[in-house]
């Protein structure tokens, strides 16, 4: 009977239960928080949004140690005194995850604005311990989870030296500003700049960027253009589903949202609008404005403009696709809250990325053969597709190919629920491993896999939903061609 219970009803389990599932992971801690934000993140467009917007406060609002603490290891890992090597020390935290709370600071050398993060005392103990908890229940009640964890395992190891992740910070870094892609607001992104002379085991000093998390800013977006509409927050309840499904007829564009395009002719009408009004107030404020006890006109600036949302998806894809299949050096974490929106308010929105303590690295192989996987799913190549993944060293009981070609499309490329014939993905994959179990998938790829869900999860949660192999095609054939393999 539940299942045929109307949306109201779920409505209210989802807040119950997330609530419930909340408290509990905030009791917990360690990893138990990284699975709440793949549920914020929307891994697999899997949760419902009551689901992604209760977890998303694992994402920087964790319960963070208090200043002592942090005050204790600073002085501990620099062996002086904090004031000697920060002029300002913001002593409440600007966010806390999983692992360690970030303070805004100044350095005392030069002034330079920097975010300092700080590792919690004894957090990789308790990361361990609670992988190998997970690990155990997973060969017990879902082993199609333990390949994928052995390997996220590994990685989320690296995440307990800053050391370490200041160095893959710089290495990315570098990278991107070298493809023209990272740099000054003109780029597609900014990345912060380490400094890697302040950085120890348990610090972390990198610049500022000035940006809120990319989903704050796009839910602050739909609601301007909702007001701009004339079509309050009151009318929905405060409902943002309502109103992001009002805002999707208003301008018949579709489940899927409006393109890149169709955005950009959207924000080139609005903007002279907002220029003819502009002018218009000019005119009105210094003739009639002049009289006493008149009200002046107020002006638009370019913040009252939309932002692109799908132009900001594509940005992604672009950005870690040439991260995975050029440079072979990724950021395997890219979830919401390590994403944030610069430029807002001058109108030029600009893609902010940290958080590098989870890179992965791959060899020239190991990135051409996944350069010639993601054609094959580009192509929908299936014979193509089975051999790249026989090469990449997948095995199953059976290797049903029909199994191994839908397991690189979810893995890899896409879910809709045509792909996963209207099943959950969690029970979709389970299926799969019911249908012919795994018995050893490509680890090296593991970590594209999660990349390219996070993003995926990413577009679905904000109607721009992808085919990362086909957004990746075109990075995939250039670094094919360049090595004489077109």
Known sequence: ?????????????????????????????????????????????????????????????????????????????????????????????IGAASIGQVHRATLKRDGSKVVVKIMYPGVENIFR????????????????????????????????????????????????????????????????????????????????????????????????????????????GGDETEMQKSFVKEFKLGENGPTSEQYETLIKLLDAKRRVSNAYAALYNYSVGLIPGANRKEYQDKSSLPINHAKLIDDLLHIHGHQVLVDGVFNGDPHPGNILLLGVEEGKPQLGLIDYGQVKTLSKEERLLFCRLILALADDDKDAIVNALKEAGYKSQRMDEDIMYTYARVAYDEDNETLTQGKHIQLFMEHLHDSDPVEHLPQQYIMASRVSILLRGLGHAVHQSRSVAKAWRPIAEKVLRQEGEL
Request: hydrophobic letters at 40%; one cysteine or more; proline letters at 4%.
């Open 1 to 93: 009977m539940l299942l045929q219970s109307p949306d109201e009803v779920w409505d209210e389990l989802h807040r119950e239960t997330s609530k419930a599932g909340l408290d509990k992971i905030m009791e917990l801690q360690g990893f138990y928080v990284k699975s709440g934000q793949m549920a914020a993140a929307n891994i697999g467009n899997a949760f419902p949004k009551i689901w992604q917007d209760t977890m998303s406060v694992l994402q920087d609002e964790c319960p963070s140690e208090p200043f002592d603490v942090v005050k204790s290891i600073v002085e501990s890992e620099y062996g002086k005194e904090l004031h000697e090597v920060f002029e300002t020390f913001e002593e409440t935290p």
């Open 129 to 236: 311990g609670d992988v190998r908890t997970i690990k155990m229940f997973c060969e017990v009640a879902q082993p199609v989870h333990v390949a994928p964890l052995i390997e996220i395992e590994k990685q989320f190891m690296t995440e307990f030296d800053y050391v370490l992740e200041s160095q893959q910070l710089d290495k990315v870094r570098k990278n991107m500003m070298a493809a023209n892609i990272a740099g000054d607001s003109s780029k597609l992104c900014a990345i912060p700049k380490p400094h890697l002379d302040l950085c120890t085991k348990r610090i972390l000093v990198m610049d500022e960027l000035n940006g809120n998390k990319l989903v704050t800013e796009l839910k602050n977006d739909m609601n301007r253009q909702m007001e701009r509409m004339s079509k309050s927050l009151g009318k929905f």
